[in-house]
């Protein structure tokens, strides 16, 4: 199976089937690659904010408020693992010093 896997990916040059993504995700006005849309949005938004159409616009903001949202959902889990460490460190303590 991992043969088929790898001559798949010599054919194509990448794992996932080709590179049409990566061809689409480059920015028009300064050529700048990205690998993904949504982060090639967010660059156009901050650095050619006054040169974008309507639906650039609404792309950038779409992909803003969804950067927002990962933003918010990673803090609030990064501080749910601080919370858990802290409780738990606190439970070893009063364990070991029984």
């Given at each position: 199976?991992t043969?088929a896997?790898?001559?798949?990916?010599d054919?194509?040059?990448?794992?996932?089937g080709?590179d049409?993504?990566?061809?689409?995700?480059?920015?028009a006005?300064?050529?700048?690659r990205?690998?993904?849309?949504?982060l090639?949005?967010?660059?156009?938004g901050?650095?050619?904010y006054r040169a974008?159409?309507?639906?650039?616009r609404?792309?950038?903001?779409?992909?803003?408020?969804?950067e927002?949202?990962d933003?918010?959902?990673?803090?609030?889990?990064?501080?749910a693992?601080?919370?858990?460490l802290?409780?738990?460190f606190?439970m070893?303590y009063a364990?070991?010093?029984?």
């Amino acid at each position: 199976m991992t043969e088929a896997t790898s001559d798949a990916d010599d054919a194509t040059g990448s794992p996932t089937g080709g590179d049409s993504e990566t061809a689409d995700a480059t920015c028009a006005r300064c050529g700048e690659r990205f690998p993904t849309e949504r982060l090639r949005d967010l660059h156009r938004g901050l650095e050619h904010y006054r040169a974008l159409d309507d639906r650039e616009r609404a792309a950038y903001e779409a992909a803003y408020e969804s950067e927002t949202e990962d933003l918010r959902s990673f803090r609030l889990r990064a501080l749910a693992v601080l919370v858990a460490l802290y409780f738990g460190f606190l439970m070893t303590y009063a364990v070991v010093t029984l």
